[in-house]
């Protein structure tokens, strides 16, 4: 049977799937056609129901959930793993978040509801693909930009600081990790099937951690530019236990996201069940 499969190129996601992928583990009888895409065009793909099994950011969640349902394995969660709020200008340059222009990396994802949690009167906001954001800040497009992935390595480097991790805010605010993406499966595959790709996808992270810090081809390929040390940050940051499995702790954190959005969203009634398992 052969299953469509969406991910980031970003080397935490290829890092899991690659074994999957790449038929390093026993797929038994499925097969997976893969799609690479960043995750906020993964996003409006999953509002559409166009793949069968595809990683999102939880932010979207409450807006897919009628189609699709969260599997345990290959997800990122965390702490210390949360987008950071930036900007170009000096502390004594900053203007009130509220009145300023401000990027952030797409409309559906965490980094925007995690940044609306903090900052609920922001209005100047525009979306973006998360590796233009960087960019619009240094260029004065922006005056402040909410940066993920790889960027929290590098965004010093480029004279950027950091006015507010938003991950810290939103522990500090729950006691939670921070649930950022996660692995979801259409709710018309049937049960024994979405459980069977979840176990795939435990195996495959198994299979790469055993050769870690040793990065595969698949992972350098797809890591844009990225030097390797980078990479394993990101690795190191972004799969962890609650990428093996949800857990408990994991799953009050999805659902604390989902009580956060339908706070805001009171019209919006979250009836179907979450989890696969």
């Known amino acids: 049977m052969k299953l469509t499969l969406g991910f980031s190129p970003c080397p935490n996601d290829t890092f899991i799937f690659d074994a999957l992928v790449n038929k390093k ?13 960043d995750v906020q065009t993964l996003n409006k793909w999953a509002r559409n129901g166009k793949l069968d099994i595809s990683k999102i950011s939880y932010g ?13 394995s290959g997800g990122a969660l965390g702490r210390g793993v949360g987008p950071l ?7 004594s340059e900053e203007a009130a978040i509220q009145n300023s222009k401000v990027v952030i990396p797409g409309e559906d994802t965490t980094a925007h509801l995690l940044f609306s949690l903090a900052y609920p009167d922001a209005a100047n906001k525009e979306f973006t693909i998360f590796s233009k954001v960087e960019n619009a800040v240094l260029s004065g497009e922006a005056d402040y930009g909410v ?13 950027l600081h950091k006015v507010v991790d938003l991950g810290d805010f939103w522990e500090k605010e729950t006691g939670l990790p921070i649930p950022l993406g996660g692995i979801v499966a259409k709710r018309s595959l049937n049960r024994n099937l979405q459980l069977q790709v979840d176990q795939l996808i435990h195996k495959s992270i198994d299979y790469a951690f055993r050769y870690y810090p040793v990065l595969s081809e698949y992972v350098k390929q797809h890591a844009q530019e990225m030097d390797e040390k980078v ?16 857990g408990k702790l994991g799953k009050n954190a999805v659902n604390k996201l989902l009580e956060v959005y339908q706070r805001s969203h009171p019209k919006v009634a979250l ?3 979450v989890f696969s398992n």
Do not use: C, W
Not at 147 to 159: A, L, P, V, W
């Open 147 to 159: 940066i993920i992935h790889e960027n929290r390595f590098t965004y010093q480097d480029k004279g």
């Open 85 to 91: 709020l930036v900007t170009k200008k000096s502390a």
């Open 271 to 273: 009836t179907e069940p």
């Open 60 to 72: 979207v969640l409450p807006l897919v959930l009628e189609n699709y349902i969260v599997l345990s």
């Open 25 to 37: 583990i026993d797929t038994q009888d499925l097969e997976f056609e893969v799609v690479l895409e």
């Open 231 to 246: 990479m394993r940050q990101h690795i190191d940051l972004y799969v962890n236990n609650f990428s093996f499995q949800l």
